[in-house]
């Protein structure tokens, strides 16, 4: 299959953002580690269990926020491509959403109030512009 421009953008964009979600947890687990010991951290038996940096805690919803939202993502850009609607303003959304949901993370995690659900919102409107272009392509 070879791709345009245009969806080969959206993939790489696409990459960026499942790469971003899959590496959020890196730095909650690294804490868990340092709280509880390697062995304990790892075999966990009450996952439950808070960490003791309020930090920690807002990243793990963060990375809960980003893997519920990734899953409507996703599906969103690949339709784009397949129903040959993508153009620059898919693409923008593309681009937008990855720099929210890092901002989403940054923020949530520090947390700052106010400024997430803007950054929540952003995203959204970034996921109904796929929409809207799959829709308006069918």
Same mark, same amino acid.
């Given at each position: 299959?070879?791709?345009?421009?245009? *969806?080969?953008?959206?993939?790489?964009?696409?990459?960026?953002? &499942? #790469?971003?979600? %899959?590496?959020?947890?890196?730095?909650?687990? $690294?804490?868990?580690?340092?709280?509880?010991?390697?062995?304990?951290?790892?075999?966990?038996?009450?996952?439950?269990?808070?960490?003791?940096?309020?930090?920690?805690?807002?990243?793990?919803?963060?990375?809960?926020?980003?893997? *519920?939202?990734?899953?409507?993502?996703?599906?969103?850009?690949? &339709? #784009?491509?397949? %129903?040959?609607?993508?153009?620059?303003?898919? $693409?923008?959304?593309?681009?937008?959403?990855?720099?929210?949901?890092?901002?989403?993370?940054?923020?949530?995690?520090?947390?700052?109030?106010?400024?997430?659900?803007?950054?929540?919102?952003?995203?959204?409107?970034?996921?109904?512009?796929?929409?809207?272009?799959?829709?308006?392509?069918?």
């Amino acid at each position: 299959m070879t791709l345009e421009p245009l *969806e080969a953008q959206q993939l790489l964009w696409l990459t960026y953002t &499942v #790469v971003l979600t %899959a590496l959020i947890w890196v730095p909650y687990i $690294l804490n868990r580690i340092v709280e509880m010991g390697l062995v304990p951290a790892v075999y966990n038996p009450q996952p439950d269990l808070a960490a003791k940096r309020q930090w920690a805690n807002r990243m793990f919803r963060a990375h809960a926020n980003a893997v *519920e939202n990734l899953v409507v993502f996703a599906p969103l850009v690949l &339709v #784009v491509i397949m %129903a040959g609607a993508s153009s620059d303003l898919t $693409l923008m959304a593309c681009v937008v959403y990855f720099f929210a949901r890092l901002a989403h993370a940054i923020v949530y995690t520090l947390g700052i109030p106010i400024i997430r659900p803007f950054l929540f919102t952003i995203g959204f409107i970034c996921q109904m512009v796929l929409a809207v272009a799959i829709l308006s392509a069918i």
